[in-house]
């Protein structure tokens, strides 16, 4: 009976510990939550970006609560986390145009043109990274009250940008309509 019990407790710990385990993607492992300005996050999906047959980033996002589309993302309160780990070495000039184009693709010319002096700071703020390397990673945070805050290797890199619309056009760029990878959009989603 004894050996049981012990048999039973291992079992059960093997079990806990595996429901506590990170996810890994593209032999990256990605926290299964994270926490934003106090706010505990969980993972919502992550995926791969790939660019022709290389594989670029790791991106993950997370939210107060799991969700499935894109709408509802955009209207679920709280912070926010998209977190990308490098998987080949980008210059910032690269990633920074990226992000903006993404912005561009996503978003009306009256919402382009309103976004003006934030996609100026965005492109600031990369222009201080002269590239990420493999295994580096950054995150572009929404935290309430403040703004969109851009984390290089755990550390904020420039002041907050306010203007959550203008957060939820960076999230288009990968939730959006014409997102920088459709594979990585699904993954975000949460499919599998």
Do not use: C
Not at 78 to 94: C, F, H, P, T, Y
Not at 140 to 156: E, L
Not at 166 to 175: D, N, P, R, T
């Amino acid at each position: 009976m004894k050996n049981i019990r012990w048999i039973a407790f291992w079992l059960l710990a093997a079990i806990a510990g595996g429901a506590m385990a990170a996810t890994e993607v593209a032999g990256v492992k990605i926290d299964d939550e994270m926490t934003v300005a106090n706010q505990k996050l969980v993972l919502n999906g992550a995926g791969i970006r790939t660019r022709l047959v290389f594989k670029v980033y790791v991106g993950a996002l997370y939210l107060p609560q799991k969700k499935d589309n894109t709408k509802d993302i955009l209207a679920l309160p709280g912070a926010k986390r998209v977190n990308v780990i490098m998987l080949r070495e980008v210059s910032s000039d690269e990633l920074g145009q990226a992000l903006i184009t993404g912005i561009r693709k996503n978003s009306t010319p009256e919402e382009t043109r309103r976004f003006g002096l934030q996609l100026v700071a965005m492109g600031d703020i990369f222009g201080k990274i002269p590239k990420l390397k493999k295994g580096e990673f950054f995150s572009v945070d929404w935290v309430p009250n403040s703004g969109t805050v851009v984390v290089v290797d755990g550390k904020p890199v420039a002041d907050p940008i306010p203007d959550e619309a203008f957060y939820h056009a960076i999230l288009k760029i990968w939730l959006g309509d014409e997102p920088a990878d459709a594979a990585l959009k699904t993954g975000m989603l949460g499919a599998k």
